[in-house]
């Protein structure tokens, strides 16, 4: 439910797990969603309260239902407009589709501040209703492996017994400069540009002198986290969003020059296998399906533990 283009479904395959069916709003997200998992049954529809699996899926069909409901309405990136209620209560759909198919497993993703939602508690409530145990767990992508520091809330289901707890496979974080093409040849132009932005300027000048000149580093757009609008790349990415939100700076000879990553840099900030194609939509469309997405190595190891604990 809610697939996107596949992210909690390719770390769920890397577990072991075959993939079947995929559902989401977005034409966009489905046509990618089947380019990577071409055997799926791939639909594109938006669910509502009466929603409903597809006519030809029975009880007991699926063994695992991955979930990733909207969480535009719960992140602080979205900002300060409020959606409707209506947008937030996708996370219920959930538990209307577990209690029609019964899957053994479910894992709902979101940001963490679905917690703090008034829905929540009524959502965790039609779960346990239906039997199954659960154990909600935040988990950051970096202690998995992915060069990204990328908290989001897992909420695990098992019908059959208590969850175990998920636990951490890399001891040391990979830094941003482990998927960023430094010598990759992509265009770039001067940071003192005519026309550049000054708060783009006072950014870099800012990471100039706490770095030194010469050395590279990432210009953040739209952080609110007080880190001065940059970052080094020896720690993991930031968070990415479904912004257009880092520019590399790198140098030739004196002058410092500025492009931003590429959609292939974040789709390897993200985790996703070298075979994950994003071959569709805009450049902005590819980063939204990013940015929107889960970290399949997070997920990878969620399976695991759910099917060999």
Request: hydrophobic share 40%.
């Amino acid at each position: 439910m809610f697939c996107g283009a596949g992210g909690s479904s390719a770390g769920a395959r890397l577990a072991g797990a075959e993939i079947v069916r995929g559902i989401d709003a977005w034409d966009l997200a489905t046509v990618t969603f089947k380019d990577n998992f071409a055997n799926a049954v791939v639909e594109t529809r938006e669910l509502g309260p009466f929603s409903r699996p597809a006519a030809d899926m029975r009880e007991g069909e699926i063994d695992l239902l991955l979930a990733s409901p909207e969480c535009t309405n719960h992140s602080p990136a979205k900002g300060s407009r409020r959606r409707s209620e209506k947008s937030r209560q996708t996370s219920h759909y959930v538990a209307t589709f577990a209690k029609m198919l019964w899957p053994r497993w479910i894992v709902l993703e979101n940001v963490v501040q679905l917690r703090d939602w008034r829905g929540y508690a009524s959502l965790t409530k039609e779960l346990k209703k239906l039997g199954y145990h659960m154990r909600p767990q935040v988990l950051n992508a970096a202690d998995f492996g992915v060069p990204q520091t990328r908290r989001r809330l897992f909420v695990i289901c098992d019908r059959d017994r208590e969850p175990e707890s998920v636990k951490p496979r890399s001891r040391k974080r990979r830094p941003a400069e482990s998927v960023i093409d430094l010598e990759g040849g992509w265009p770039s132009r001067p940071l003192y540009a005519e026309g550049r932005a000054q708060a783009t300027i006072e950014r870099a000048e800012r990471a100039m002198a706490s770095l030194g000149k010469r050395a590279p580093f990432l210009i953040v757009y739209y952080g609110s986290d007080g880190a001065g609008g940059w970052q080094s790349l020896d720690r993991p990415l930031r968070t990415l969003t479904t912004l257009d939100r880092f520019g590399l700076v790198t140098w030739d000879g004196r002058e410092p020059m500025l492009r931003m990553l590429q959609v292939d840099e974040l789709r390897r900030a993200m985790g996703f296998p070298n075979t994950h194609s994003f071959d569709y939509g805009t450049r902005r469309d590819r980063i939204k399906l990013l940015g929107n997405g889960v970290a399949p190595p997070v997920m990878k190891a969620i399976v695991e533990t759910l099917a060999h604990p």
